[in-house]
Nanobody
Framework: QVQLVESGGGLVQAGGSLTLSCAAS????????IGWFRQAPGKEREFVAA????????MYANSVKGRFTISRDNAKNTVHLQMNSLKPEDTAVYSC?????????????????WGQGTQVIVSS
């Protein structure tokens, strides 16, 4: 069973950048598709980005497309989320999640392994 731990959150000014990391334990990490989700106070969890098990195909929410980049290093059991041009509305707890299979998904209910989350605060 893969376990996930996020890091890299913090406080940043609008227009700034942060890189979140999702570190996984377990030898089967490379067989999982990984997604990033976020949840702001009082709002529902929303999809941010996902990357396939191979590291090839990716998908993004329209709200972050062109600003965020998801990548993975299976040799290091790590997925990164590079976030540029951050906006106050990006403020949320960001969580990574894993799902097996060959198809990426934006649906949080499909993911069965979750990290604890890391807080991102973007000040205006």
């Amino acid at each position: 069973q893969v376990q996930l731990v996020e890091s890299g959150g913090g406080l940043v000014q609008a227009g700034g950048s942060l890189t979140l990391s999702c570190a996984a334990s377990g030898r089967t990490f490379s067989s999982y598709n990984i997604g990033w989700f976020r949840q702001a106070p009082g709002k529902e969890r929303e999809f941010v980005a996902a990357i396939s098990w191979s590291g090839g195909p990716t998908m993004y929410a329209n709200s972050v497309k062109g600003r965020f980049t998801i990548s993975r290093d299976n040799a290091k059991n790590t997925v990164h989320l590079q976030m540029n041009s951050l906006k106050p509305e990006d403020t949320a707890v960001y969580s990574c999640a894993a799902v097996g299979g060959f198809t990426m998904t934006r649906n949080s209910y499909d993911y069965n392994i979750w990290g604890q989350g890391t807080q991102v605060i973007v000040s205006s």
